[in-house]
């Protein structure tokens, strides 16, 4: 088995599938890096820490770490054809053990998978109790009791769970073109629309300028350090870098395909759907007179109470969940498939044989996750629910270290040709310079903005 692992190549004979259309890599990467982040994340932060002023430091961190780092990994991918974990043997000098961030991507993939897609329960939970009209109440403290109620039950939030897994496992099974593709080719258009409609409403509203306010109007007074730093790790989170996920999409990638163009295009359509989130949600939260918060509590608390002032509120309510869940499926998608493609291609296991192994971990581990807010909430290893550890462990240590291998990765060992080498597709673009601006961000830029990130999520900066 050992043997079997660590073999240099993906077992022979193991046909590989890809993306077939330009439309087809957009869609899958830009799923990828759309998810929850974009709703209950990029917003907020960007209204608590001076609106236009936070768009801008983000926007830079996504230059100097963010994309560079995307596009080495893609580049990484495409160039070997493989798993990350067999990608970093086939690009790396004989006997160094590059290979050793796609061991921990993988190990990142199953930590994250197991707290997100708890968050996702959720999501799919409400989608049906919005339909029911269960959750309609223009009372806070009604619609807090309600999310209390579901994350408390540890029946309720184990199967909800175990829905959500089948569901993304279920889609993986169909493959990378007739799943992974052809699904997120059709959930894209559906978010913009789904988008577009909730701002709309949502700007017609007695005091959308109140929000818009919120959201935009700059405060450079507000950043400091710490802001700069949490705009990078945001921009990390996002575009889904440091552990393999855009990795394994790049060795789906086509030949001829502009890997730095369709980075800097899922790069900016991300942006734009954060800030049409933002613009959907915010309106409406200053309209109706709650104060703007974060995370799961804005989701699942502040706005079901919004909603349920609006006109239409429930049929809104419905489209804003349902928002939130193809946001999710793309993101899962992304994450589920790296150690599918791992099992699949280095110990020659089927598809499904891969996809049902993964599976089966993922409820087990995940379920620590989902018991964390019932039976499991004393069970605090190193002070925290597995759910709050997984979270840190992956965002705070995996992501961040993973990234700047990555990026030293692919500015020295790979010793900058094999970079500018896949970027020209062999020489059929003309992007010297862009690629030589990006080994140097790789090699020198990239690493130490990530270290100073890591060392302020670990408390020691
Ligand atoms: N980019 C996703 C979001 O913003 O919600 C989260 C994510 C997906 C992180 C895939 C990492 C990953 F590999």
């Known amino acids: 088995m050992t043997e079997k692992i660590l073999a240099a190549q993906p077992l022979p004979g193991l046909k590989r599938a890809g993306f077939t259309s330009g439309f087809g890599v957009l869609a ?41 780092v995307m596009i080495a990994e893609i580049a990484m991918g495409r160039q070997a054809r ?23 991507g993988i190990v990142a993939a199953f930590l994250i998978l197991s707290f997100y897609s708890e968050v996702v ?56 073109t007739k799943g992974i593709e052809a699904i997120t080719k059709k959930l894209m258009p559906i978010l913009f629309l ?41 921009a990390f989170f996002k575009l889904s870098i440091g552990m393999g996920t855009m990795m394994t999409y790049g060795s789906y990638f086509g030949d001829g395909q502009n890997i730095p163009v369709t980075a800097a295009r899922v790069m900016v359509a991300d942006l734009c759907v954060s800030m049409l989130a933002g613009m959907a949600i915010f309106p409406a939260v200053f309209t109706f007179g709650f104060a703007p918060t974060a995370g799961p509590s804005l989701v699942f608390i502040t706005l079901p109470a919004v909603f349920s002032h609006m006109p239409m509120g429930q049929a809104l309510m419905v489209a804003f969940f349902v928002l939130a869940a ?16 791992v099992l699949h291609e280095r110990l020659g296991w089927s598809r499904p044989k891969a996809t049902l192994a993964s599976l089966l971990v993922l409820m087990l581990l995940g379920s620590g996750c989902a018991l964390s807010n019932n039976v499991l909430a004393d069970f ?18 995996l992501l961040p270290a993973g990234g700047i291998f990555i990026a030293l990765f692919a500015g020295w060992a790979w010793r900058g040709e094999g970079l500018k080498r896949a970027l020209s597709n062999h020489g ?14 790789l090699r020198y830029v990239s690493p130490l903005l990530i270290l100073l990130v890591m060392l302020k999520g670990l408390g020691l900066f």
């Open 82 to 104: 493989a798993n990350p974990v067999s990608a970093l043997q086939k690009l790396a000098p004989r006997g160094q053990p590059w290979w050793l961030i796609g061991v921990a």
């Open 28 to 68: 899958a990467t830009l799923g990828s890096a759309v998810g929850l982040g974009n709703i209950w994340k990029v917003p907020y932060l960007t209204g608590a820490n001076g609106g236009a002023g936070f768009l801008l430091v983000y926007l830079l961190a996504t230059l100097l770490v963010g994309l560079p």
């Open 380 to 397: 605090k290893p190193w002070g925290m629910t597995l759910f709050d550890l997984f979270d840190f462990v992956s965002s705070n240590l």
């Open 121 to 176: 329960a959720w999501v799919f939970a409400y989608v049906f109790k919005a339909l029911r009209g269960s959750l309609l109440s223009s009372d806070r403290q009604v619609t807090e009791a309600a999310f209390a109620a579901l994350i408390s039950d540890p029946l309720q939030s184990l199967l909800w769970q175990w829905g959500v897994l089948a569901f993304i496992g279920s889609i993986l099974l169909l493959g990378v």
């Open 194 to 234: 789904l988008l577009l409609l909730l701002c709309a409403f949502s700007l017609s509203l007695d005091k959308a300028a109140e929000g818009l306010a919120f959201l935009f109007k700059p405060d450079f007074g507000k950043i400091t350090a710490s802001v700069v730093l949490t705009a990078m790790g945001l």
């Open 428 to 441: 059929q673009l003309r992007n010297e310079t862009l690629a030589r601006a990006l080994v140097v961000l």
């Open 326 to 341: 193809v946001a999710a499926t793309g993101a899962m998608l992304s994450l589920m498939e790296v150690p599918v493609v």
